[in-house]
């Protein structure tokens, strides 16, 4: 069965303090991964796909990386404004473009 | 990335009206829209796929006599809540994918309640 599980559920760090944020995959093939931020109240806002393990992106402080097992979002020098719910989706090749939904990790930063 | 709007922002009604909520993509054509509901402290549940032009794709357990989609152009779909209940509140949210039929790019979704 399709799953996707992120971890940690939440995440507080202090201003400046990096971190790495997990979303390990199970799926029958991979078309995409998808990486995005949800602030309260808020739609998702996209910020990345992955398509193919080795393959990283990058956007401003945030980088993600992709193996066949995992995608990890580092964070570097986190500032306040980047608290969200992260959230993680995979696109299976037989899925008819549908995305399986992590459950998100909270991410705070103190200042 | 494609910009996605949606109408009401929030919405406030009572037990057994309808409630239609408007998604808008404001700069690209979309052949594909998607519609989730998400509840409190929870991940984003798919509710409907739907094509312009042709009837919509129901999750299981969703039903399309209480939630009716169309998506009459490239560029609005609607979700009509009909009859709606207490426990239809929730926080609606469409997506449009883009041109790769990929990546979804989502709306500022519309908070429902029903009282």
């Known amino acids: 069965e399709d799953q996707v599980t992120q971890s940690p559920e939440a995440l507080r760090l202090q201003e400046g303090e990096s971190s790495s944020l997990n979303c390990s995959y199970t799926v029958s093939g991979l078309r995409g991964l998808f990486w995005y931020r949800q602030d309260p109240g808020k739609g998702p806002e996209f910020l990345f796909t992955l398509y193919s393990a080795g393959e990283e992106k990058e956007k401003e402080r945030l980088k993600a990386t992709l193996t066949k097992k995992e995608s990890f979002l580092h964070i570097t020098a986190p500032k306040p404004e980047d608290s969200a719910t992260y959230l993680c989706a995979v696109q299976a090749t037989d899925s008819n473009y549908q995305l399986i939904w992590g459950a998100g990790t909270k991410l705070i930063i103190k200042p | 990335g494609a910009v996605v709007s949606q109408h009401p922002s929030w919405v406030i009604c009572k037990s057994g009206t309808s409630v239609k909520i408007e998604c808008r993509s404001l700069d690209f054509q979309a052949t594909t829209m998607f519609w989730y509901r998400q509840f409190p402290k929870q991940s984003l549940m798919l509710m409907a796929t739907?094509?312009?032009?042709?009837?919509?794709?129901?999750e299981q357990g969703v039903e399309k006599d209480k939630f009716l989609i169309n998506h009459a152009s490239l560029t609005l779909s609607t979700l009509t809540v009909t009859s709606a209940h207490p426990e239809d509140s929730s926080f609606y949210i469409c997506?449009?994918?883009?041109?790769?039929?990929?990546?979804?790019?989502f709306g500022p979704g519309t908070r429902l309640l029903v009282l």
């Open positions: 739907s094509n312009e032009g042709s009837k919509a794709t129901y």
């Open positions: 997506s449009v994918a883009g041109s790769n039929q990929e990546t979804q790019y």
